[in-house]
């Protein structure tokens, strides 16, 4: 049985593809899941077989369609990945690829992040479908900052431990965590400094990707995912 040549034909180079689960897969038991290879129940491997992503074609809706005509064609659907198949052990991994090859797209499939539409294909964690707090396993951090530009890099992390943590991680658990956060980070010089906007002046710009990354840290995911942490450093 050949394994398609996923690299080549998605220009993606990520995968290490386990030929046996990959051929029990093939044989028929696509609902099977692939088992984790240390048989350990928190290896927190993810892996993933056939996954396709299609855009849902779109109509514009107008009320004069014979002044418009052009706007009434569909947006013809495009298909952002394609039969994928791979898995992700316990470490750290990279997607490569060049601009506009679906790595995004990929990520926010793994991390359940997409609609289900036009979306097909089967994805497991640690052998079995992912559970219900699946959400709360993972961290995300996207390509686009989401923080608040007028708070400090402690504030926003302090903010994200206030309404991310279970009510019963203590006001001062929490501030010892974002403390050991900013210390691994290396944001202790800037801590207190806002973020900064186009009219404040504010951290430099690898200062703020790090503290996005802390404000998704201080959850303590077993799943991390980062859509191009370096950007900015």
Known sequence: ??????SSAQKHSVYNIDLNSYQR????????????STGSSSSNEISFYDISYTTNERKLKIKCPAMFPSFL?????K?????????????????????????SSLLDVLAHRKDHRGLSGHIFVDGSPPPSSFKY???YVVQDDIIFETLTVR????????????RNVSHVERA?????????????????????TDFIRGVSGGERRRACIGMELVLAPKIFFLDEPTTGS
């Open 1 to 6: 049985m050949n394994l398609p040549n996923i």
């Open 25 to 36: 897969l093939q044989s028929g038991s696509h609902h099977e899941p692939l088992q984790s």
């Open 73 to 77: 064609k569909p947006k013809p659907a």
């Open 79 to 103: 298909q952002i990945l394609h039969g994928l198949s791979g898995i992700f052990r316990t470490g750290m991994h990279a997607i490569m690829g060049s601009t506009g090859c679906g790595k």
């Open 137 to 139: 396993m993972v961290g």
């Open 155 to 166: 504030e926003n992390l302090m903010f994200s431990a206030n309404i991310r943590l279970p």
């Open 176 to 196: 010892e965590r974002v403390a050991q956060i900013i210390f691994d980070l290396g944001l202790e010089s800037c801590a207190d400094t806002l973020i900064g």
